[in-house]
């Protein structure tokens, strides 16, 4: 069993959601990232989503487009992101990492060469936003041949038949993607998104996790009813924007902003 | 038989070229690409829709555009004789508006009220703008922050026939964050808006039907070199942006064996400089905005900087069949730089009478050094593919002149 399979089945015996930050890496260092996965792991979080940066995010807002910039502008590589994830598994074993970028970057690594890095480093799953299932093939037996997970997104757009394809593809957990538009947006419609996530669990065994504008504790829990977890990204990341240059104050505020979704998805 | 017949039944099914174009976005998109291929094949097959394309070329946009011989330059270069494929005299000055025609009649059919375009020269957000204007559709057009400032006769040409112009400020404020904002905004209003892409890349459909779309200038410039030169020119010449004057030009004679092609990056200061726009000389396989071409790209995968004095070729991609046509080697393309662009530009307004687009006289100035290893009984058919105007303030900078 997976490092997620592991996870997602011990917090259905709990009857609990799983909570799932995301982040970009070395925004606003690399120096940061790994005390801000510990920080994340210890207000909550179940999954980190680690953002790969890109310079070109064409699936994400402004507040993550800054954070690829913050992040590239001090050097960050794909190289350094496994790095970085090396570090964090030294204190932590257990709690399953999913990268989350683009595919360029991974391309000119050569797909072999990511791969294995990935798995070496201790990371469980990979989502490549602008690698639909029908381009994938090929990586996602890179992937399963190391155990690690390809994820895929869902979207309301997709058509029953679809799905079906994407969640044969997919492992470990599927992501809705719960509104049109950009991550952090702020048009979520939630009676759709638990409309939409209905039909699809019909068709898949594997987690449902929603993201996309999610920004409280109220929200979260809201969609966690309707879900198996929820992905947290730009609300965090703002806050990390605000406190660039006073990145002391980054971790407190994180683990304030993340535990009260905590609470609000176990109360 | 030609050998390269086979190059006429591409893309494939899910838009390859090879192993460049396909269709590489975020899911959300999927659907509305699905649904767009599935229209553009019905449609594109269906006579009724060919013929409103084609009257609309006709008594709009004022098809077809003149293949006139350049004589006086020619006889001054004392080479091959160069002939210009007007597309400089289409309503709106480009190219462009034949492809807007054409996706605009999609977005009419698919009753969607919104369209959306990125634009870097202006040239196809005014001719997005045109046909919106005449089909009453409500328009945005996303444009770099940089090029608003270069090309300000063509936003103000936007906004007097009723677009929007949305100025980029992210990365590097040209034509690429351009498509970054306009995919954001499909991504956001995908029911109700229609995507206009501006030329020969991005996801599958768009790649093939933007080709189709500006075909129309091959397939007269074909007949006329029948007509007018007594059989088929020795080789071809284009600017190459994203590449859609260039297949347009091209693609009716790709399986003419005897006839060669060369397609014309934009060399900025120089190749070696590194500052210049020309991925298919300089760059290597990547994916960006949906297909999997060549790109200007760091060693770790960044999208880098682009550079050139016409704000249509700043773009760090190509369309994904010119990445093929280049590695099968059916295409030959070069470099022009800045400074032989310019004195192109002159050459053309000097000799001729013409005020190219800066984009066009990139393919001028390859012909003017090809055209002078040839003999005079040779030919060559350049795509003039846009006029000039709105360059003026760029050319008179250059020659420090302010106006
Ligand atoms: C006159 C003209 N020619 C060429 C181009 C480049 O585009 P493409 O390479 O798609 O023909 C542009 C783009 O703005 C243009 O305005």
């Given at each position: 069993?997976?490092?997620i399979?592991k996870?997602f089945?011990?917090?259905?015996?709990e009857?609990r959601?799983?909570?799932?930050?995301?982040?970009t890496?070395g925004?606003?260092?690399p120096e940061?990232t790994?005390?801000?996965m510990h920080?994340?792991?210890e207000?909550?979080?179940d999954i980190?989503?680690?953002?790969?940066?890109?310079?070109?995010?064409?699936a994400?807002?402004p507040?993550?487009?800054k954070?690829?910039?913050?992040?590239?502008?001090?050097?960050?590589?794909t190289?350094?992101?496994f790095?970085?994830?090396?570090?964090?598994?030294?204190?932590?074993?257990?709690?399953?990492?999913?990268?989350?970028g683009?595919?360029?970057p991974?391309?000119?690594?050569?797909y072999?060469?990511?791969?294995k890095?990935a798995?070496?480093?201790g990371?469980d799953?990979?989502?490549?936003v602008?690698?639909?299932?029908?381009?994938?093939?090929e990586?996602?037996d890179?992937l399963?041949g190391?155990?690690?997970d390809?994820?895929?997104?869902l979207?309301?757009?997709t058509t029953?038949?679809?799905a079906?394809?994407i969640?044969?593809?997919?492992?470990?957990?599927l992501?809705?993607v719960?509104?049109?538009?950009?991550?952090g947006?702020?048009?979520?419609?939630?009676?759709?998104?638990?409309?939409?996530l209905?039909e699809?669990?019909?068709?898949?065994?594997?987690?449902?996790?929603?993201?996309?504008?999610i920004r409280?504790?109220?929200?979260?829990?809201?969609?966690?009813e309707?879900?198996?977890?929820?992905?947290v990204?730009?609300?965090l990341?703002?806050?990390?924007?605000e406190l660039?240059d006073?990145?002391?104050k980054?971790?407190?505020?994180?683990q304030?902003?993340?535990?009260?979704m905590?609470?609000?998805?176990d109360? | 038989?030609?050998?390269?017949?086979?190059?006429?039944?591409?893309?494939?099914a899910?838009?390859?070229?090879?192993?460049?174009?396909?269709?590489?976005?975020s899911?959300t998109?999927?659907f509305?690409?699905?649904q767009?291929?599935?229209?553009?094949r019905?449609?594109?097959?269906?006579?009724?829709f060919?013929?409103?394309?084609?009257r609309?070329l006709?008594?709009?946009?004022?098809?077809?555009?003149p293949?006139?011989?350049?004589?006086?330059?020619?006889q001054h270069?004392?080479g091959a004789?160069?002939?210009?494929?007007?597309?400089?005299?289409?309503?709106?000055?480009?190219?462009?508006?034949?492809n807007t025609i054409?996706?605009?009649l999609?977005a009419?059919?698919?009753?969607k009220?919104?369209?959306?375009?990125?634009?870097?020269?202006g040239?196809?957000?005014?001719a997005?703008a045109?046909v919106?204007?005449?089909?009453?559709?409500?328009c945005?057009?996303?444009?770099?922050?940089?090029?608003?400032?270069?090309q300000?006769?063509?936003v103000?040409r936007?906004?007097?026939?009723?677009a929007?112009?949305?100025?980029?400020e992210?990365?590097?404020?040209?034509?690429?964050?351009?498509?970054n904002e306009?995919l954001?905004?499909w991504?956001t209003?995908?029911?109700d808006t229609?995507?206009?892409?501006?030329?020969?890349?991005g996801?599958?459909?768009?790649?093939?039907?933007?080709?189709?779309?500006?075909?129309v200038?091959g397939r007269?410039a074909?007949r006329q070199?029948?007509?007018q030169?007594?059989?088929l020119?020795?080789?071809?010449?284009?600017?190459?942006?994203?590449?859609?004057?260039?297949?347009?030009?091209?693609h009716?004679?790709?399986?003419?064996?005897?006839?060669?092609?060369?397609?014309v990056?934009?060399?900025?200061?120089?190749?070696?400089?590194?500052?210049?726009?020309a991925?298919?000389?300089?760059g290597?396989?990547?994916?960006?905005?949906?297909?999997r071409?060549y790109?200007?790209?760091?060693?770790?995968g960044?999208?880098?900087?682009t550079?050139?004095?016409?704000?249509?070729?700043?773009?760090?991609?190509?369309?994904?069949?010119?990445?093929?046509?280049?590695?099968?080697?059916?295409?030959?393309?070069?470099?022009?730089?800045?400074?032989?662009?310019m004195?192109?530009f002159q050459?053309?307004c000097?000799?001729?009478?013409?005020?190219?687009?800066?984009?066009?006289?990139?393919?001028?100035?390859?012909?003017k050094?090809l055209?002078?290893?040839?003999k005079?009984d040779?030919?060559?058919?350049?795509?003039?593919?846009?006029?000039?105007?709105?360059?003026i303030m760029t050319?008179?900078?250059?020659q420090g002149?302010s106006l």
């Amino acid at each position: 069993m997976s490092r997620i399979q592991k996870t997602f089945a011990q917090l259905k015996k709990e009857g609990r959601k799983a909570l799932i930050p995301f982040v970009t890496a070395g925004d606003p260092a690399p120096e940061q990232t790994v005390a801000i996965m510990h920080a994340l792991v210890e207000a909550g979080a179940d999954i980190l989503e680690l953002g790969v940066p890109f310079s070109d995010p064409m699936a994400d807002g402004p507040v993550i487009q800054k954070a690829c910039e913050r992040a590239l502008k001090k050097g960050t590589t794909t190289l350094d992101v496994f790095q970085l994830v090396t570090e964090f598994r030294k204190k932590d074993q257990t709690t399953p990492v999913v990268l989350m970028g683009y595919l360029n970057p991974i391309e000119a690594l050569g797909y072999d060469t990511f791969v294995k890095a990935a798995a070496m480093a201790g990371i469980d799953g990979v989502l490549v936003v602008d690698l639909p299932p029908e381009e994938a093939e090929e990586f996602a037996d890179l992937l399963k041949g190391q155990e690690m997970d390809s994820v895929f997104l869902l979207a309301p757009t997709t058509t029953l038949e679809r799905a079906r394809k994407i969640a044969a593809a997919g492992s470990g957990y599927l992501y809705y993607v719960s509104l049109k538009g950009v991550t952090g947006s702020a048009t979520l419609d939630i009676p759709a998104v638990a409309e939409k996530l209905n039909e699809f669990a019909g068709i898949t065994d594997l987690p449902l996790a929603v993201g996309f504008g999610i920004r409280d504790g109220q929200t979260a829990r809201a969609l966690a009813e309707v879900s198996d977890g929820v992905i947290v990204g730009s609300a965090l990341v703002s806050q990390i924007a605000e406190l660039a240059d006073q990145p002391e104050k980054i971790v407190p505020r994180l683990q304030e902003v993340l535990g009260e979704m905590r609470q609000a998805l176990d109360a | 038989m030609s050998k390269y017949a086979d190059l006429l039944k591409l893309p494939d099914a899910r838009g390859h070229f090879g192993k460049y174009g396909g269709r590489f976005v975020s899911e959300t998109l999927s659907f509305a690409l699905e649904q767009l291929d599935e229209q553009y094949r019905r449609l594109s097959a269906d006579p009724d829709f060919q013929a409103e394309f084609d009257r609309d070329l006709a008594l709009y946009v004022g098809r077809p555009s003149p293949l006139y011989p350049a004589e006086r330059w020619s006889q001054h270069l004392g080479g091959a004789q160069i002939w210009l494929k007007r597309e400089d005299l289409n309503h709106t000055g480009a190219h462009k508006v034949n492809n807007t025609i054409g996706q605009a009649l999609l977005a009419k059919y698919s009753g969607k009220p919104r369209v959306i375009a990125e634009t870097g020269a202006g040239q196809h957000g005014v001719a997005t703008a045109t046909v919106a204007a005449r089909l009453g559709l409500k328009c945005q057009v996303y444009m770099g922050a940089d090029d608003v400032q270069r090309q300000s006769p063509n936003v103000y040409r936007m906004k007097l026939l009723g677009a929007e112009v949305i100025p980029v400020e992210s990365g590097s404020k040209t034509l690429k964050d351009a498509m970054n904002e306009a995919l954001r905004d499909w991504v956001t209003n995908v029911d109700d808006t229609f995507y206009i892409i501006g030329t020969v890349a991005g996801p599958h459909p768009y790649p093939q039907l933007v080709r189709d779309f500006n075909a129309v200038a091959g397939r007269e410039a074909r007949r006329q070199s029948l007509e007018q030169i007594g059989r088929l020119p020795d080789a071809l010449i284009a600017c190459v942006g994203g590449g859609s004057n260039a297949l347009g030009l091209f693609h009716p004679f790709l399986t003419d064996d005897e006839v060669a092609m060369y397609g014309v990056e934009a060399g900025g200061d120089g190749l070696e400089t590194g500052r210049h726009a020309a991925p298919l000389n300089a760059g290597r396989p990547g994916v960006l905005h949906g297909n999997r071409t060549y790109l200007m790209e760091d060693a770790a995968g960044q999208i880098i900087e682009t550079h050139s004095i016409s704000a249509g070729l700043d773009y760090p991609g190509v369309g994904p069949e010119h990445s093929y046509l280049k590695d099968i080697g059916r295409v030959q393309y070069e470099v022009a730089t800045d400074k032989e662009v310019m004195e192109a530009f002159q050459d053309l307004c000097y000799f001729e009478g013409i005020i190219p687009a800066l984009e066009s006289s990139h393919a001028l100035a390859y012909a003017k050094k090809l055209a002078q290893t040839m003999k005079p009984d040779q030919h060559l058919v350049v795509n003039l593919s846009g006029r000039g105007d709105k360059d003026i303030m760029t050319v008179a900078a250059m020659q420090g002149i302010s106006l």
